[in-house]
């Protein structure tokens, strides 16, 4: 059966043992259960001396900082924080001018990069397909096979020479 525990008052039988009197079950019942825990008096104590050292610290706080806020310094800490965001939105808006002209030069180096290694790139290119496609062909070839006959070996294409061609002088036939 599961608990609930509610608060309830606590029977002390000594300064650091407890007995919870009672808790309340999920279903409404009264069960007992026990543990162990300080006194109330104890608790009291405890709670008074937090207090206290609290409030030594807030009233340490409150006479320091009545001590360095005062007119004159109020007027400079306006003036300050002035400046401070005056500086601040200047400074955004050179950055902004910045990166404005920064992008402009890069774009104008990036043309002409691109200009200058296009050429380049589409070789490179041509190169791997040319390579890519001697390798498809070789291995085409492999697969086809031979299928004609081989000529004979003694067998000569008959190959004819051009003619020569008339002898010039200066530009003239003769």
Not at 47 to 71: C, H, N, P, R, Y
Not at 74 to 95: E, N, P, Q, Y
Not at 147 to 173: C, E, F, S
Request: one cysteine or more; a positive charge.
């Amino acid at each position: 059966m599961a608990c609930c525990i509610v608060y309830r008052p606590v029977d002390f039988t000594s300064k650091n043992t407890a007995k919870f009197s009672q808790s309340e079950g999920v279903d409404g019942t009264q069960q007992e259960t026990s543990g162990t825990g300080a006194t109330n008096a104890d608790n009291d104590s405890n709670w008074d001396k937090v207090k206290q050292k609290w409030g030594d610290v807030l009233e340490e706080i409150m006479t320091d900082f009545a001590s360095v806020i005062t007119l004159p310094n109020a007027k400079r800490i306006v003036c300050f924080m002035a400046v401070l965001i005056v500086a601040c939105i200047t400074g955004i808006l050179h950055s902004i001018r910045f990166v404005g002209d920064y992008s402009l030069k890069l774009m104008r180096e990036m043309s002409v990069f691109i200009q200058a290694s296009t050429p380049l790139f589409i070789a490179v290119l041509e190169f791997f397909a040319k390579c890519v496609g001697g390798f498809y062909l070789l291995i085409a070839m492999m697969w086809r096979g031979s299928r004609d006959k081989p000529p004979p070996a003694d067998w000569q294409p008959y190959r004819r020479a051009l003619p020569m061609p008339p002898k010039m002088n200066n530009g003239y036939v003769r």
